[in-house]
């Protein structure tokens, strides 16, 4: 596609549930991140990928979170037993390759209730 | 202390005035972001600088590597600028550190 994909838009979320964020890059794109906004704040770096590797996880909150990229395309996000302090908009960005600009997705807003 | 601040954290103008936003890191870094964040819309990439000075349409942007500074101007601003303005730099392999947006009114 065009740009890069994150889906769902909007997620609710109960308390304790597991969630899935899907980001599909632009293709081509070697190097994927995840990054978590939460309200009226800057995105805070969670994860890095180039191609299926991950080389970053150190903004990882805790070990309820979990990112993969399996074959250096698709990236999922993974949640498990979401919390209330999960709740942020999660974004994906991708870049062709180092020092080259990033293209963002729309995001991914996840509530917990 | 953050590693990217900038200021204002808010600022409103009318429209047709000049805009500027600072941003000041204080981190070695390889290249600085600017971006535009629209409510409940993603990130979009205004500029990615290294030096210098980079203009497209009505927005400027400058750096200075020695100062660890820089501005984004907008001018003849109108209200379809209004948004929240992130700076980010990169630091390290290619993760951006970003600053906390300043958020931008322009009343007609």
């Known amino acids: 596609g065009a740009g890069v994909s994150q889906s769902p838009r909007y997620k609710v979320a109960k308390r304790g549930q597991d969630v899935a964020l899907r980001c599909d890059p632009i293709s081509g794109h070697v190097s994927l991140f995840w990054y978590q906004q939460a309200l009226g704040q800057g995105p805070e770096f969670l994860t890095y990928?180039?191609?299926?590797?991950?080389?970053?996880k150190s903004g990882l909150p805790s070990d309820r979170f979990f990112a993969e990229r399996p074959e250096g395309s698709v990236s999922t996000l993974k949640i498990q037993r979401t919390q209330q302090e999960d709740s942020a908009v999660y974004l994906c960005?991708?870049?062709?390759?180092?020092?080259?600009?990033?293209?963002f997705g729309s995001g991914t807003r996840l509530t917990v209730v | 202390k953050n590693e990217v601040e900038q200021s204002p954290q808010n600022l409103t103008a009318q429209e047709g005035e000049f805009i500027t936003i600072n941003c000041s890191y204080s981190?070695?870094?390889?290249?600085l972001h600017w971006l535009q964040q629209h409510p409940g819309g993603g990130i979009v990439s205004l500029f990615m600088l290294s030096s210098g000075k980079k203009k497209h349409g009505r927005l400027i942007a400058t750096i200075n590597i020695q100062e660890k500074h820089s501005s984004l101007h907008i001018t003849a601003s109108h209200p379809r600028d209004s948004a929240v303005y992130i700076c980010a730099v990169v630091s390290g392999a290619q993760k951006l550190v970003f600053g906390q947006g300043t958020r931008l009114t322009i009343n007609p």
């Open positions: 981190v070695g870094i390889s290249a």
């Open positions: 960005a991708s870049s062709r390759q180092a020092d080259y600009g990033y293209t």
């Open positions: 990928f180039q191609n299926e590797a991950q080389l970053d």
